[in-house]
């Protein structure tokens, strides 16, 4: 059995910066693909960033763009968001996503996006940004 499990989320004021990690537990396998995703009161989920294996193939929202950074230890099986400049707007729950499933090279970047590229998820973790 896998387990995710999201931390480092809190309360932070506009321009405040926080670090949340992904951790991945249970039965030993690659994780192709480790992403983040956010869910805002009354919205879907949507898309915030993801990086592969080899850290060769990053993506991000456009509008994190710049303020965020994905990156991941495959040592401890961690995933890190590193989160700068942080806005309202970036009040969500947040979300960790892992593909265990193999993946061509050619796919990576076009499955980033897509919840249902994913085999895993955590529970989510907070993070709320006041003006």
């Known amino acids: 059995q896998v387990h995710v499990v999201e931390s480092g989320g809190g309360s932070v004021k506009t321009g405040g910066s926080l670090r949340l990690t992904c951790a991945v537990s249970?039965?030993?396998?690659?994780?192709?693909?480790m992403g983040w995703f956010r869910q805002a009161p009354g919205k879907e989920r949507e898309f915030v960033a993801a990086?592969?294996?080899?850290?060769?193939?990053?993506k991000y929202l456009d509008s994190v763009k710049g303020r965020f950074t994905i990156s991941r230890d495959n040592d401890k099986n961690t995933a890190y968001l590193q989160m700068n400049s942080l806005k309202p707007e970036d009040t969500a729950a947040y979300f960790c996503?892992?593909?265990?499933?193999?993946?061509?090279?050619?796919?990576?970047?076009?499955?980033?996006?897509?919840?249902?590229?994913?085999?895993?998820w955590g529970q989510g973790t907070q993070v709320t940004v006041s003006s």
């Open positions: 249970g039965r030993t396998f690659s994780a192709y693909i």
């Open positions: 996503a892992v593909r265990e499933r193999v993946i061509t090279p050619a796919h990576i970047v076009g499955s980033m996006g897509l919840e249902r590229e994913y085999d895993y």
């Open positions: 990086i592969s294996w080899s850290a060769n193939h990053v």
